[in-house]
């Protein structure tokens, strides 16, 4: 991951695609709990138009608390400040709610997604939710298997079970599930702060290059940390690409 293929360009600037955190959760704990919760209570996802076969969700942290809402309004998008609440899903889980306590930082929602075997998610882009836009999405795979694709600007990304990683998905994204086996993932949505600025600037990631006019602005806090880690990596395309983000800041 730390190869980062860019040409400099002055109407491109750069995205982080993904990043993979530092961080194995106890993948036997967190499927025991998603067991004990395998009941009724999944609920078809509400957008039917962007997959096809089961794609269900378990909301663990939702607006109100409530069990019947499984929509995640990302704040950039909302007109007022939802008040998101642990559901009594998630207070009967000791593990996973260990795993969200890792996270110093805001969470809003917070589900259990299951993209049942055989079927796939299509192409789609969620706006508004990346770390530059102050809004990042977590997955942390509880069950998988060697036949789940998850194509990210066409270049598949390779999860397994108990990794975490951040996902720019306001670059076009795809899943498939192949196999013989339901994929779960938790999946959490995190308001950026110093804690996660932290985590960036220490954890190496890809970026994407995007025209100017797709490219939100960076907070001058997020871009001096990017520019850190890039001088970290000490490649002559990282050094290029930080010396270019320090000239735009000028």
Same mark, same amino acid.
């Given at each position: ?30 499927? #025991? ?8 209570? %999944?609920? *078809? ?9 089961? %794609? ?21 998008? *909302? ?12 207070? #009967? ?9 890792? $996270? ?24 508004? !939710? ?29 999860? #397994?079970?108990?990794?975490? %990683?951040?996902?720019?998905?306001? =670059? ?22 110093? %804690?996660?600025?932290?985590? $960036? ?17 960076? #907070? ?7 520019? *850190?880690?890039?001088? =970290? ?5 990282? !050094? ?11």
């Amino acid at each position: 991951m730390k190869t980062i293929n860019l040409q400099c360009n002055q109407n491109l600037h750069f995205l982080i695609k993904y990043l993979q955190l530092n961080k194995q959760f106890d993948v036997q704990k967190m499927q #025991q709990e998603v067991a004990l919760l395998e009941s009724g209570f %999944w609920k *078809a996802h509400y957008n039917k138009a962007h997959y096809e076969g089961g %794609w269900t969700i378990l909301p663990l942290r939702s607006i109100n608390g409530s069990m019947d809402n499984i929509i995640s309004i990302h704040a950039t998008a *909302a007109t007022t400040t939802p008040s998101y609440e642990d559901t009594v899903l998630l207070k #009967q889980c000791t593990y996973l709610r260990s795993v969200l306590n890792f $996270f110093q930082c805001e969470k809003t929602s917070v589900r259990l997604m299951k993209l049942d075997a055989g079927a796939v998610i299509k192409e789609h882009s969620d706006h508004d !939710l990346s770390f530059e836009d102050g809004e990042v999405r977590f997955h942390i795979p509880v069950s998988t298997n060697p036949a789940v694709e998850f194509f990210l600007s066409d270049e598949r990304i390779l999860m #397994q079970e108990g990794e975490c %990683w951040y996902l720019n998905l306001t =670059l076009k994204h795809r899943i498939n599930n192949f196999g013989h086996t339901d994929r779960i993932h938790l999946v959490l949505d995190c308001k950026v702060n110093d %804690w996660l600025n932290k985590q $960036f600037a220490t954890n190496t990631f890809c970026t994407k290059q995007v025209e100017e006019e797709q490219q939100p602005v960076f #907070q001058s806090k997020q871009k001096q940390m990017i520019i *850190a880690q890039l001088r =970290l990596l000490n490649t002559v395309t990282s !050094l290029e690409l930080a010396d270019k983000m320090e000239k735009e800041t000028e």
